[in-house]
């Protein structure tokens, strides 16, 4: 028989939906603490915006639209990053966990400078 009995699936429904209910709650809590995306270009040998205001949590994407290399870095007390070697075209993130003001430079280009805000 295909049809199951009807008691079957009235007990089952209900689990099935508290089981969804548990698996999305750590999600939806997560969720709210998502941060937002931003995007900094490297053209011109300058970052685009040259100044950025962004919340603990958010991600910064360095692309370079430039067709020399870049070296991004932050020396700043606490929150340290070096991306290295960027090739023209690349594309890499930086994550900003804490509050406070970054200065972010190019080690090939000593004028490049970006200053992010980062505020809870
Ligand atoms: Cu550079």
Redesign the pocket.
């Known amino acids: 028989m295909i049809n199951k009995p009807a008691k079957e699936t009235n007990i089952r429904l209900p689990v099935a939906a508290l089981i969804c209910v548990l698996l999305l709650l750590p999600l939806a809590a997560a969720g709210a603490h998502a941060g937002s995306e931003h995007v900094i270009s490297?053209k011109g040998?300058k970052f685009s915006p040259g100044q950025i205001d962004i919340k603990v949590g958010d991600t910064l994407t360095f692309i370079n639209d430039d067709k020399r290399r870049?070296?991004i870095y932050s020396k700043t007390p606490g929150q340290t990053f070096n991306i290295r070697k960027q090739s023209p075209g690349a594309r890499d993130s930086i994550t900003f966990d804490d509050s406070g003001t970054v200065e972010v430079r190019?080690a090939?280009?000593p004028k490049?400078r970006l200053v992010v805000n980062i505020s809870e």
Do not use: A, E, G, R
């Open positions: 490297q040998k870049h070296n190019c090939i280009h490049m």
